[in-house]
Nanobody
């Protein structure tokens, strides 16, 4: 069983920065793709960024150049560094882990990010 624990959300002014963290339990971190989705009120959940086990990254067009995803194998943790934040980045951010053993996807509990104008 994999557990994901997120932290780092909060309230920030437009133009500010936040760093989200997602710590994974279990032994599959090094072989699992991970990433972040977000869901704003009244909207569907959308992919923000992903990172493969080998470190390849992908980003939503709306965050490219502003957000950076990274992973630390020693800490079993994935990070999302968010800069130049905009009010439209306000959402609950969810960390995910794709189990390469075929057991599906695990989700974190979500962390709220609120950007004030």
């Amino acid at each position: 069983q994999v557990q994901l624990v997120e932290s780092g959300g909060g309230l920030v002014q437009a133009g500010g920065s936040l760093r989200l963290s997602c710590a994974a339990s279990g032994s599959i971190f090094s072989i699992a793709a991970m990433g972040w989705y977000r869901q704003a009120p009244g909207k569907e959940r959308e992919l923000v960024a992903g990172i493969s086990s080998g470190g390849s990254t992908n980003y939503a067009a709306s965050v490219k150049g502003r957000f950076t995803i990274s992973r630390d194998a020693d800490k079993n943790t994935v990070y999302l560094q968010m800069s130049s934040l905009k009010p439209e980045d306000t959402a609950v951010y969810y960390c995910y882990l794709n189990d390469p053993r075929g057991s599906g996807r695990y989700w974190g509990q979500g962390t709220q990010v609120t950007v004030s104008s």
